[in-house]
């Protein structure tokens, strides 16, 4: 990848959209656009069927978990439609994915280089979500669209 600039998007979680807890990160989104075409890297922690759930999400019920079972695979499909439709991947996103389960567009970030998406992403996470242990699994879509 050359030195660009790369659109980023956070996904995050959060129990009960009616109280002030914060928002359980989840994972990100990376969109690198080059003349023709669109790299996109969904990325970020997902239930492996039956896990139980970090000690964060204990409190999730069977609809929570059932929004969260799926989610990289939903999102990149979102992303993929909304290139079809020639309207902007993450403010389709933030517009569908904004109840428990939200996407918030977050500024963009300058790749260096030699990184990949999965290296910009990397970045982007809060320190150790991918590496803590937990019965949960990292979940990837990556896509090129010419």
Not at 114 to 138: F, K, M
């Amino acid at each position: 990848m050359t030195a660009t600039t790369v659109r980023c998007a956070r996904v995050e979680y959060q129990i009960d959209v009616r109280s002030a807890q914060p928002r359980i990160p989840l994972g990100v989104i990376v969109l690198a656009a080059h003349a023709q075409s669109v790299r996109t890297l969904v990325t970020g922690r997902a239930p492996r069927p039956g896990s139980p759930p970090p000690p964060e999400l204990r409190a999730v019920g069977p609809l929570g978990r059932s929004q969260l079972d799926g989610w990289v695979a939903a999102m990149a499909k979102d992303v993929l439609a909304s290139i079809d439709k020639h309207e902007d991947p993450l403010e389709s996103l933030v517009a569908t994915w904004c109840w428990n389960l939200s996407v918030t567009v977050a500024e963009d970030v300058v790749a260096r280089p030699s990184e990949t998406l999965r290296d910009v992403a990397a970045r982007l996470l809060p320190g150790g979500i991918l590496n803590a242990p937990s019965d949960w699994t990292v979940a990837e879509a990556s896509f090129s669209v010419s």
